[in-house]
């Protein structure tokens, strides 16, 4: 495998949902022998734009936390919207993550005291929470974002997608 295709790689996830993290059922949980979720929050969680979580993320959040531990970790620097919508679900959360950086995500998974292969980095960005959850060998799961799609996203993907097709 040449460089480039390595990199490129790590940019693919190991699950892609067409619809938004509300796709993610228990049963699919199972499927992939998956006993944790790392989240990100902005555009995966609740919408950048947006204060609070919609009732149907309460009710999906409700129903994976009775399976599965699960942390929030975020690039977001303002702690005080990160720790609102963390204590107002009740989760554990790490902001100012520096994804791709592994760091923060490894902090939240080894407080679940998993093994990195039955925990998924669940993200709405390539190059932030597929990388960065690659990089640590957990599985990843590429969502389509809530509320809208940013513009950086939708350059992501089709960076991705030129230099696959260049690659193969």
Do not use: C
Not at 24 to 42: A, M, R, Y
């Amino acid at each position: 495998m040449s460089p480039a295709s390595s990199w490129i790689s790590l940019l693919q996830p190991d699950l892609l949902l067409q619809d938004s993290i509300l796709q993610l059922t228990p049963s699919l949980l199972d499927q992939h022998q998956l006993k944790g979720l790392v989240l990100d929050v902005d555009d995966t969680v609740v919408s950048s734009r947006a204060a609070d979580v919609s009732p149907e993320m309460l009710t999906w959040l409700a129903e994976i936390k009775a399976e599965v531990p699960i942390w929030l970790v975020s690039n977001n620097l303002k702690r005080s919207r990160i720790e609102r919508i963390a204590v107002g679900l009740d989760l554990p959360y790490i902001y100012g993550a520096g994804k791709p950086s592994r760091r923060k995500l490894r902090q939240a998974v080894t407080a679940m005291d998993l093994p990195y292969e039955n925990v998924a980095m669940v993200g709405d960005r390539l190059f932030t929470d597929v990388l960065a959850g690659n990089r640590l060998g957990v599985f990843t799961i590429l969502v389509e974002p809530v509320g809208h799609g940013s513009t950086l996203r939708k350059i992501e993907l089709w960076i991705y997608q030129n230099l696959k097709r260049i690659l193969d």
